[in-house]
């Protein structure tokens, strides 16, 4: 799963996003080696180089797209523990993804 985020923006809930999803697993296990937290920036390639107009955040898995108007670690983790990783006991949640290596590592 990735959450791109739009490059010119800066904020404190931007820095929280990137240190929850940065964490070692010994100090909580988030998911976060099936997460990758990225600014999206294509201008310069030709392609649809920019999130859309008034979302900070795009959250993507397979055939899933969630955007947001604002950096947010809840919704991030809302939408990464139901469908960026399957990990059956974060939090009793199941799995609602559609990836074919469920469960495995990046």
């Known amino acids: 799963m990735i959450i791109w985020y739009a490059p010119g923006i800066s904020s404190q809930a931007l ?11 010994g100090q ?4 976060q080696d099936r997460v990758i937290v990225a600014p999206y920036d294509y201008s310069n390639q ?10 900070q955040m795009a959250l993507v898995a397979w055939h899933r797209l969630q955007t947001c ?16 990783f399957y990990q059956p006991l974060l939090l009793d ?10 469960g495995g590592v990046m």
Do not use: H, I, M, W
Not at 46 to 55: N, R, T
Not at 93 to 102: D, H, I, Q, S, V
């Open 15 to 25: 820095d929280d996003l990137k240190a929850f999803y940065g964490q070692t697993a």
């Open 28 to 31: 909580a296990n988030v998911g």
């Open 46 to 55: 030709g392609v649809a180089g920019e999130l859309p107009a008034g979302v």
């Open 69 to 84: 108007t604002q950096v947010s670690v809840a919704a991030a983790f809302d939408f990464s523990s139901q469908y960026g």
């Open 93 to 102: 949640r199941p799995y609602k993804g559609e990836a074919p290596e469920a």
